[in-house]
Every structure is written in structure tokens, then in C-alpha cells.
């Protein structure tokens, strides 16, 4: 490896951290685009992203322990496992369309959500998300995103700032 690739990997994951820190999620969607431009492999680049975003999420939650809801957190991390080897069983054997296509419909319904009027929505879907048990969906998504395409943090944003 030489210095220009480790300056711009470094910095790639830099703006994806940043990314992270500042919106609650977005590393990878920053990241994993960019560094397909330098001759990095894909499986270098998901593990890269993935131990990083790992890393930030813990550095988070550690700095932000007193407002965590931790009966929520626990039934979003429960979920999540769940979903973790359907991801994996949706990359090895699914069609890639398949696979794409999960990750545009999570892509355009953020979109959508966020174009709306989100207060909106929040009110009247608000009230129905207060319970710990209503964000099993959110993070078994979260977790077939996750191990599929290191896109964990969509179905979480749309939770979060729908509850």
C-alpha cells in the first residue's frame, strides 16, 4: 500500500465518521461509494466500515448512556440479531435484485418520509411507537441491512425520529 491510498481511505472513513457523528448514521452510506474508487477490494472495504461504524456506535452510546432507553435498546438489539442471518441468507442466496431492492424500498421510504411533513407523521404514529415492543420491525431490518449491505442505520433513523 502506499501513502496516497492510506490518505484516502483515511479520509473517506473520516468523512464517514464525521457523517455518523453529526446525523446518527451515514457512514457507510458515505463511505462504501467512495471507497470503490481506489483499488480497495469490496470484502476490505465492508469489514473496514464495519469495524469503524462499530466502533463510533460504541463511542456514542457510551458518551449518551443517561438519555438511552434501555428497555427500547434492548428489544432493538434483540431484533437486530434476529436479523443478522437472514441478511447473510438474503446476499448468499437471494437474487441481487432482491437484495437491491430491499435496500431501495428502506432508501426511498426514508426519502419520502423526510420530504413530507414529518411533525405529521410523528404525531399520529407516535403514539403507537411509545411501546418498547412496536421497534421489533425497525431493528430486525436494521439487522438484515446490516449484515447484507453494512446499511444498518436507515431503519433506526426512521424509528427514532418517528417515535
Known amino acids: 500500500m502506499n501513502f496516497t491510498l492510506i490518505l484516502l481511505v483515511a479520509s473517506v472513513v473520516f468523512l464517514g465518521s464525521l457523517m455518523r457523528a453529526v446525523f446518527g448514521f451515514g457512514d457507510s452510506v458515505v463511505s462504501m461509494p ?15 466500515i464495519g469495524l469503524v461504524g462499530c466502533t463510533v456506535a460504541i463511542l456514542t452510546v ?6 438511552v432507553d434501555r428497555p427500547v435498546l434492548l428489544q432493538l438489539s434483540l431484533a437486530t440479531l434476529a436479523g443478522i442471518p437472514i441478511g ?31 411533525k405529521l407523521i410523528q ?3 407516535g403514539k403507537k411507537l411509545q411501546k418498547p415492543s412496536s421497534s421489533l420491525p425497525f431493528g430486525f431490518a436494521s439487522g438484515m441491512l446490516g449484515s447484507a449491505y453494512n446499511m444498518n442505520g436507515i431503519p433506526i ?6 417515535r
Do not use: D, E, H
Open 88 to 118: 447473510l441468507l438474503l446476499v448468499k442466496f437471494a437474487p441481487k435484485i432482491w437484495t437491491t431492492s430491499i435496500l431501495s424500498v428502506f432508501l426511498i421510504l426514508y426519502g419520502t418520509y423526510s420530504l413530507n411533513n414529518p
Open 123 to 125: 404525531t399520529k404514529v
Open 34 to 48: 467512495l471507497l470503490a474508487l481506489p483499488p480497495l477490494s469490496f470484502s476490505t472495504s465492508v469489514s473496514l
Open 62 to 67: 457510551l458518551s449518551g448512556w443517561k438519555n
Open 157 to 162: 433513523v426512521v424509528y427514532g425520529t418517528m
